[in-house]
């Protein structure tokens, strides 16, 4: 059974992505450099939702299946990997093509292997394609989910409890010892890693996601209203308030994007409904994993035909908006024309692999 409406939720947490990315807007004047300074920027926050919402996903589609054993493991561990390596290659390859001889082959291979992010140094993890690290991260979760969906809630809770109390000594570790900070200048440090990027870190987003799936459905529109105005205000709030940035990397938006996933998952309030009956928003989620691959590809060249023009050729309002258009433009035609062939013709493929 599809849940519409988090699948259209997905493409408002890419382009909250790609809005973070799109740092002119928040350096040079224009009427949302406001916004740009505070609701973009912490754009990031969508990396969370898709954390979470993949342990919520993976829980609702493969957890009864691998525990009735319906399915194994080694066939649901291919499956994943063959939803995400095609795309990763896609865009990766010919990036790479170019990068491998600033980057050289190890960088290469890491990455394309998705291996990238259990290097704890931003010139590994976030080469050829920054936002592959997250991948990497999810290819992990995928192996770890075989053993975490067969675990009494009761266990994937206390085990999620270490994990969050993992992640606050951390935090409070880098920060009584001075070293809180995510950049160094311009380049992300060990703290940014800890905090943002490891896998292990991140793998309490994913069993929170997880858990939230076996809680009880709640929903209703009133709540849907209050959950969505609460997470867009603290995205507002917390650069306004200086909430320092290792605490916004992932803990300060855990609570709130369990929330929010729990009360939209349960679809019973009218913005369920409404997002789960657009089309077009149900097709724009869909291409949302090839918009969070192809965007930044399109920003930087973007960025070098407006420094190649000089930076008053065109606004940076409307080229925002023109390079978001076209990130957009080009998820939807490669979600429609190389994704969903490449996985109709695999699925079958590896169905048939495992069962004989």
């Known amino acids: ?32 450099q406001p916004l740009a300074r505070t609701l973009f920027h912490e754009g990031y926050a969508g990396v969370s939702f898709f954390f979470m919402l993949s342990g919520y996903i993976l829980a609702h589609t493969y957890q009864g299946r691998l525990a009735q054993g319906r399915i194994g493991a080694a066939h649901y561990f291919t499956l994943r990997l063959a939803r995400v390596l095609p795309l990763h290659w896609l ?25 990238q992010a259990w290097v704890p140094r931003a010139d590994w ?75 292990v870190s991140r793998l309490l987003d994913f069993m929170v996601g ?19 105005a609460l997470l867009v205000s603290a995205m507002v709030a917390y650069p306004l308030l200086g909430l320092p940035d290792v605490w916004r990397m992932q803990l300060a938006y855990l609570p709130l994007m369990a929330l929010f996933i729990w009360i939209f998952g349960a679809g019973g309030g009218a913005l369920s409904r409404w ?57 939807v035609a490669v979600y429609r024309w190389v994704e969903v062939p490449v996985l109709r013709a695999m699925r079958p493929r590896i169905d048939g692999w495992f069962a004989r």
Not at 8 to 21: C, D, E, I, P, Q
Not at 210 to 227: F, N, S
Not at 316 to 327: E, M
Request: with cysteine; charged share 10%.
């Open 91 to 115: 865009v990766g390859v010919p990036l790479a093509a170019f990068a491998v001889g600033q980057e050289g082959w190890a960088k290469v291979a890491v990455n394309l292997l998705l291996l």
């Open 275 to 331: 997002l789960a009956r657009q089309g077009w928003l149900v097709l724009l989620g869909d291409a949302s994993f090839a918009l969070y691959l192809v965007h930044l590809p399109v920003v930087h060249g973007a960025l070098a035909v407006q420094d190649r023009l000089g930076d008053d050729a065109l606004p940076w309002l409307p080229w925002a908006g023109l390079v978001s258009a076209a990130a957009v433009a080009l998820s």
């Open 125 to 199: 993890y976030f080469t050829i394609n920054e936002p592959s690290w997250s991948l990497s991260d999810e290819a992990f979760f995928y192996a770890c989910f075989a053993g975490l969906a067969l675990m009494p809630v009761r266990r994937l809770g206390w085990l999620a409890a270490g994990l969050l109390a993992l992640n606050l000594g951390v935090v409070v570790w880098r920060v009584t010892s001075g070293q809180g900070a995510i950049l160094a200048g311009d380049t992300p440090t060990l703290t940014h890693w800890l905090t943002y990027i490891s896998p």
């Open 210 to 228: 997880m858990l939230v799936y076996r809680l009880p459905r709640r929903g209703g529109t009133g709540v849907e209203i209050g959950a969505l």
């Open 1 to 32: 059974m599809r849940l519409d409406q988090l699948t259209a939720l997905r493409f408002f947490a890419a382009l909250a992505v790609l809005a973070s990315h799109l740092w002119p807007l928040a350096e040079y004047p224009n009427a949302l």
